[in-house]
């Protein structure tokens, strides 16, 4: 097979076809506006999110209400670099994986004792 015959017959070759020659920044501005979109729609407000759970991880404290990915609620009481000690109930405690809290609840009510 003639490659350069293929070449020349599909335009990319040489002098001659009828192919848009000298595009080439032209071509990139379809490229460039369609990851300006998925910059501002996708993975600036991505960035964002993540920061603020960096955030939120590195302010825990003792005592502080969170929800984990999981969906279990409980009081911080004991902390380490990776792993967090929650009271999910009154003196049951489960040790969670720091990256495995989700955020903060909101503080409940201490139940009425009798």
């Known amino acids: 097979m003639n490659w350069t015959g293929l070449a020349y017959a599909m335009g990319v070759g040489g002098t001659g076809g009828g ?41 825990l404290k003792r005592g502080d209400m969170v929800v984990t990915v999981g969906g279990l609620h409980g009081k911080v009481t004991g902390l380490t670099e990776k792993v967090v000690t929650l009271e999910i109930a009154e003196k049951i405690r489960v040790k969670v994986g720091r990256g495995y809290i989700a955020g903060t609840a909101a503080q409940e009510p201490e139940p009425n004792k009798k």
Not at 32 to 49: D, S, V, W
């Open 19 to 59: 192919g848009a020659q000298g595009g080439g920044f032209a071509a990139l501005v379809p490229l460039l506006l369609m990851f300006a979109i998925f910059y501002f729609l996708l993975i600036r407000p991505q960035q964002k999110k993540q920061k603020k759970h960096r955030e939120v991880l590195a302010a």
